[in-house]
Nanobody, 124 residues
Framework: QLQPVESGGGLVQPGGSLRLSCEASGFNLDYYAIGWFRQAPGKEREGLLC????????TYADSVKGRFTMSRDKAANTVYLQLNNLTPEDTAVYYCAADSLPYCPDFMYEYDYWGQGTQVTVSS
């Protein structure tokens, strides 16, 4: 079974940047739509962005427009989430998820495979 694995989280100062990675050993992520989500303490999990198999992106959260972007590295079989201009409100556990279909789902529950998450903390 596909098991996404996130990495790249850490502690960053406000205004800083991070790049998160999503990998899945033994599975070609090119065939899956990949989404990024986050969950802050005491809050519900929210969708951020999705990238389809063809490379088109969908933004789920207005709060990340212009700051977060997604990309694929086909050779590395990795999907990235670039986080720029981070604020303390971006502190959360960030998850990637894969959908068995190649296009981005409309709803979180449609994603089939979820990673364990990586912590991002934005603090001075």
């Amino acid at each position: 079974q596909l098991q996404p694995v996130e990495s790249g989280g850490g502690l960053v100062q406000p205004g800083g940047s991070l790049r998160l990675s999503c990998e899945a050993s033994g599975f070609n992520l090119d065939y899956y739509a990949i989404g990024w989500f986050r969950q802050a303490p005491g809050k519900e999990r929210e969708g951020l962005l999705c990238i389809s198999s063809s490379g088109g992106t969908t933004t789920y959260a207005d709060s990340v427009k212009g700051r977060f972007t997604m990309s694929r590295d086909k050779a590395a079989n990795t999907v990235y989430l670039q986080l720029n201009n981070l604020t303390p409100e971006d502190t959360a556990v960030y998850y990637c998820a894969a959908d068995s279909l190649p296009y981005c789902p409309d709803f979180m529950y449609e994603y089939d495979y979820w990673g364990q998450g990586t912590q991002v903390t934005v603090s001075s």
